[in-house]
């Protein structure tokens, strides 16, 4: 095996490995080059785990993974538009399979126009130096290195490089991805990709993109392991403010959610939703919600950036209770999400609140009235609002150990109709 060939062995898991060779073999059957393209090799070559895996076919990708489906056993999912097939292999391996394709932009930011080419012109397609390595997978040749733009060279250098001049205007979304991987791996931007990057922000390229894929590079950004440094070098860029005004990074308050993350680990939390709440802490709820709408964040998040206000006020008064009751605290925090505590708990950082999120999530959550609504029929209680008034006194009253067992709870129920009468 060449080197190449064993850092594969080495670096992907076996049943991975074998795949890729078998791939290989079946693409020498039909007389077509197949190579693993893009990140995946980027990351061999770093000695980093990645089994994100783009295969590229010089010929017919998408018939070739229908053939590979046949022949290995599995299913796709064809991409037309794109000319790529997503192959799910019977024991669950993904990879993306693509015809090697050139593409040109008729004009910045557009999507661009796709036709048939070879590994070379494929390659060249491609956003970076480090991004635009390949191995082929063909038996005679498996493990060979492609290298045509210095990739190598630069990886070993820690450098991103665009592949020519005109790369970021062809597709400014590379503004923000040269930041994400510069900052991942410690490396930095070339001095002319520096200085067309500046340009190409200068001259407001980036509002020529869809919002959508902005706001899918910058979701991407807050989902590496550690996004403050990329945050930061944006803003150094000048990039925050220019997708919205006044946004700017409080490193502090990213510290403290990197802290709250590992001390709240019993929470389950979609982690990058928090770090964009943290982004846009600074900017009034209007403009910070205009924002999420225009880079076209999932509902969920704009419902979280509306909540993180309101969870604020409702903590404020809970830390302003020196000795509060159970039920108090669960007032305070009922139906606050995971990603809202840990964000207000970062911002906070008191111990209290700690405390009593450590209390809400153990304990209280998991509270349950034993009575009901028919209970308070059977009581003869006529129905209406006081059904809610009760049943939330008594529920109070549980939380706060004041009542135990289902006599207690129907003994309560009654009282407080009987004073409600009164
Ligand atoms: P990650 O580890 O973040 O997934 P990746 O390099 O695998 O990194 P993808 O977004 O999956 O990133 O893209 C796969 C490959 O497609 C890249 O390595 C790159 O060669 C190419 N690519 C992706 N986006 C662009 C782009 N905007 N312009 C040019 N090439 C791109």
Known sequence: MNSFATLMARGLPERIFGCLKRMGREGDRLGVGVYLVGGAVR??????????????????????????????????????????????????????????????????????????????????????????????????????????????????????????????????????????????????????????????????????VSGQRIGDELILILKEKRPLKAIKRLDEFGILSFLCPGMKVDEELFHQIEGAFSRLNFLKVEHWTVYLLALVWGIDLKRALQFARSIHLPKRVSALIEDSRRGKGKVDRLLQLSHPRPSQIYRALEGLSSEILVFLLAREAKPKLEEYVGIMVRELSKVKLIISGNDLKELGIPQGPIYRRILDRVFEARLDGKVKGRADELGMAERIWREDEV
């Open 43 to 208: 990351d061999l070559l770093l000695g980093v785990r990645n089994i994100d895996l783009d295969i590229v076919v010089e010929g017919d990708g998408i018939g070739f993974a229908r053939w590979l489906a046949r022949r290995m056993g599995g299913r796709i999912k064809r991409y037309d538009r794109f000319g790529t097939a997503l192959l799910v292999l019977r024991p669950g391996i993904k990879l993306d399979l693509a015809s090697a394709r050139r593409e040109s932009y008729e004009r910045p930011g557009a999507l661009p126009r796709v036709s048939k080419g070879d590994l070379q012109a494929d390659l060249y397609r491609r956003d970076f130096t480090i991004n635009s390595l390949a191995l082929c997978l063909n038996s005679a040749r498996f493990g060979k290195l492609f290298d045509p733009y210095g990739g190598r060279k630069d990886l070993e250098e820690g450098v991103i490089r665009v592949l020519h001049k005109q790369s970021f205007s062809d597709d400014p979304t590379r503004i923000i991805r040269a930041v994400r991987f510069e900052q991942r791996y410690d490396f930095s931007l070339e001095q002319e990709t520096e200085s067309l990057l500046k340009e190409a922000v200068a001259g407001g390229l980036l509002s020529r």
